[in-house]
């Protein structure tokens, strides 16, 4: 509980409090489509942040990333005692003998925890003034160093691919949605609550401390700002196997949502100026990380047909990744997107995006994962790993009463290491939020799982679950 309060509930919870009293024009909608509710960009001189916020010599973030990786190797070594951190240069030797290969943590580690330590090691060169490019590379040489150097196991495909993607990934949108918590004016309680808020991006706010940041006072525009909007939910949650509604698995889900750029605004598009960001978190009966839905737009160039069919073209970068008691799934993948917002009639507004990404890697439990023992290690997963491709469609219908969104994702994972064989996983998932007041709503959204495994050595499975949630809505 202890590990789950100091990685869990500061990181995201304290955040969007901070976040949720900073009140935007919001209409309801998930994405900006009057172009002009969730304000204007903000944009820094160039010269007064070079003057302000100079950018480090190399050695600087380079520095943070090993010593990052050898404080927490220690931590694992001397005080957790962990097997996998009893290294030496012999362990050293092996591993580069050996090469990458695979790994047998568990779903979660492999799937969630190696991004976010990723985003620390991205954002030690990022708040040292490096770009996304640059922060991207520094990412996977920590990972590459930590996967060769600091355990005494062979190096992991999935460890650097993750950690190096997916930490990028969530080390930008981390990075900019700090930002907007970040106020070098505010001084006294607000500002230390500021500072503190910024704990979900600890490789940030390491920098603003060892640079003197966090005491610093001035009301110069320094952090680049794109407008953004939220929602925070809390309600019942309901995981059942079939499509039952009575028998399942109830409850408590916190959830929080985050939209972040204007997808129909003409500019140099520059990575993660638009992102997506939807965090489920349980408190009862599931497991805690319910789920993380995330995308940005990493290139993209705006179009305008007619003066009022406005299009985004461009490549997105994915991370998914959905835990519960009946079933798993996990990918990192980047491929092609468009949003498109219709003409707006009467009061009703109609926006959709499409994208088909590569799974560059991907994870599926499996019941017959557990048949495939990992050699070099002698132990087995719960969960099928490797590349394949995914297909996300989402539309949102907005008008004076509410709004409707329906999500389908589609997911094909073929298997590298685990049960030989095919994972075809499709998600369709509608919701419905009818307007209260200005700033809450109340939703219902339901979710069916289908699977389908097609596979070399067993027997073919088919399943079906479904997901019912109640909950009460505050948008800001």
């Known amino acids: 509980m202890k590990k789950i309060f100091l990685y869990i509930i500061i990181p995201i919870i304290v955040p969007a409090i901070i976040f949720a009293q900073e009140k935007n024009i919001y209409n309801g909608s998930l994405f900006d489509t009057t172009e002009t509710v969730f304000g204007l960009s903000q944009v820094p001189d160039p010269v007064l942040v070079d003057s302000l916020n100079p950018r480090s010599q190399l050695w600087l973030p380079l520095t943070e990333i090993v010593g990052l990786n050898l404080a927490l190797g220690a931590f694992n070594r001397y005080v957790t005692d962990s097997e996998f951190a009893k290294i030496s240069w012999e362990t050293i030797g092996d591993n580069f003998k050996s090469g990458f290969g695979w790994d047998a943590d568990k779903f979660s580690t492999n799937m969630f ?15 040292n ?15 590459w160093q930590w996967e060769f150097f600091m355990e005494n196991e062979p190096p992991a495909y999935n460890d650097w691919i993750q950690t190096s993607l997916g930490g990028s990934m969530l080390g930008e949108m981390f990075y900019r949605m700090s930002s907007y918590i970040i106020d070098e004016s505010a001084t006294g309680a607000e500002r230390t609550w500021r500072e503190l808020g910024t704990i979900f ?17 001035t009301s110069a525009l320094l952090y680049e700002k794109e407008p953004r909007t939220g929602i925070l939910t809390l309600g019942t949650n309901n995981v059942a196997e079939g499509t039952d509604f009575e028998a399942g698995t109830s409850n408590l889900m916190f959830t929080f949502e985050y939209t972040y750029g204007r997808p129909f605004i003409k500019k140099r598009r520059k990575p993660f100026d638009l992102f997506r960001l939807n965090i489920g978190i349980n408190f009862w009966e599931q497991d805690f990380i319910g789920f993380v839905y995330a995308y940005g737009l990493m290139a993209g160039k705006n179009y305008t047909f007619r003066k009022k069919h406005k299009f985004l073209l461009g490549i997105f970068h994915h991370f998914d990744y959905l835990s519960n008691n009946v079933y798993q799934v996990g990918a990192s ?6 949003i498109y917002k219709f003409p707006k009639v009467r009061d009703v507004e109609l ?14 439990n499996s019941i017959y994962a557990t048949e495939y023992k990992y050699a070099p290690l002698d132990s ?49 998932k509608p919701r419905l ?25 067993f027997q073919d499975i088919d399943w079906q679950n479904n997901e019912q949630r109640l909950f009460l809505a505050y948008k800001f």
């Open 113 to 127: 925890e190696h991004p976010f330590h990723g985003s620390i090691y991205y954002n030690l060169a990022r708040s």
């Open 129 to 143: 003034g490096y770009n996304y490019w640059e922060s991207m590379a520094m990412t996977a040489f920590g990972s």
């Open 201 to 217: 991006n600890p490789g940030r706010l390491f920098n603003r401390l060892i640079h003197g940041r966090t005491a610093r006072y």
């Open 333 to 338: 993948s980047i491929g092609g997107g468009a």
């Open 351 to 364: 926006l959709t995006s499409m994208h088909v990404n590569v799974i560059l890697m991907g994870g599926v």
């Open 380 to 428: 087995a997963r719960n969960y099928n790993m490797g590349m394949g491709m995914s297909g996300k469609f989402e539309a949102f219908l907005s008008m004076d009463i509410g709004n409707l969104y329906i999500g389908y994702l589609l997911y094909w994972l073929h298997t590298m290491q685990g049960a030989p064989g095919d994972e075809f996983i499709g998600i369709i």
């Open 433 to 457: 939020r009818i307007y209260l007041s200005r700033y809450f709503d109340l939703g219902f959204e339901y979710l069916l799982y289908y699977r389908r495994g097609v596979y070399k050595d």
